[in-house]
């Protein structure tokens, strides 16, 4: 139930600003249906999804091209509460949550073998392990598999590659900035009908990582599960705090503006 001081979530179609960033407001099941749609229509043209956190708004403060990159997608969801607390702190509006895995689960759950995925990302072997078990799941086509761990000067043989591969669902997963990037740079030599930056998603279906527990992810604050769980994770808690200042200093000045 939402607050009753809270604007509830629109029909889907309706785009906030956050911290000069887009948010689409829409659920899961919106999502699904959207990107079920583009994924089999005629003629094929590329999408680009974005999966926003705070991470992503913190980095993308430095990186005009990531700016760019978000701000020219045709989908931007709310991956985590974070995103969630900073909609009703700058516009009083109830944001619901599409999380990266829960997409791309959904989306082999729905379309299974009529489904062509490739896999791009994560450490070398692992891409290849998550697509044998999304075959063994969902019985997805595997349309390719590539990892992320390949230069810049190597972006447009990587991008050839995944263009000829003729997939309907791209899982680009080669870390925040990097990944949205890659996507809306070469979506056109891609020409998959949706191209998706969905971070850890890869390993997590190779095995290699972990799901947050069931309750974490319920409550929306699987991040600080990982976080505190994970060393190497550790470094990333400061850009929560940063994130957690960006938006009281624009909410005060949102409030100066009356």
């Known amino acids: 139930m939402s607050r009753p001081d809270l604007t509830p979530p629109p029909p889907s179609g309706k785009r906030l600003s956050l911290l000069n960033l887009p948010l689409d407001v829409v659920t899961l099941e919106q999502t699904l249906d959207r990107l079920g749609d583009w994924m089999f229509r005629a003629p094929r043209a590329p999408h680009t999804v974005v999966t926003l956190n705070p991470e ?5 403060r430095t990186h005009p091209e990531f700016v760019d990159a978000v701000q020219e997608a045709d989908l931007v969801t709310a991956d985590g509460v974070g995103i969630v607390w900073a909609a009703r702190q700058l516009h009083r509006q109830e944001v619901p949550r599409a999380p990266g895995y829960d997409i791309v689960r959904g989306l082999m759950e729905r379309h299974g073998p ?17 697509a044998q078990n999304a075959v063994r799941d ?21 991008a050839d590659l995944v263009g000829a591969s003729r997939a309907h669902l791209v899982l680009t997963a080669m870390g925040a900035g990097r990944q949205e990037v890659f996507n809306q740079y070469w979506r056109q030599v891609l020409a998959a009908p949706v191209l998706i930056g969905c971070g850890g998603v890869i390993d997590v279906l190779a095995g290699t990582a972990d799901l947050a527990p069931a309750w974490t992810r319920k409550l929306g604050v699987e991040f600080i599960w990982r976080v505190g769980l994970d060393r190497k994770r550790w470094n990333r808690a400061p850009r ?3 994130f957690v200042r960006l938006v009281q200093v624009e909410r005060r000045r949102l409030a100066r503006q009356g």
Not at 56 to 60: C, L
Not at 138 to 158: C, I, L, N, W
Request: charged share 15%.
């Open 240 to 242: 929560l705090v940063q």
């Open 56 to 60: 992503i708004i913190v980095q993308a």
């Open 138 to 158: 969902f019985g997805v086509q595997v349309a390719g598999v590539h990892h992320g761990y390949f230069d810049p000067a190597e972006d447009q043989r990587v």
């Open 114 to 130: 009529e489904l062509r995925v490739f896999f791009l990302g994560a450490k070398p072997g692992v891409a290849e392990q998550a």
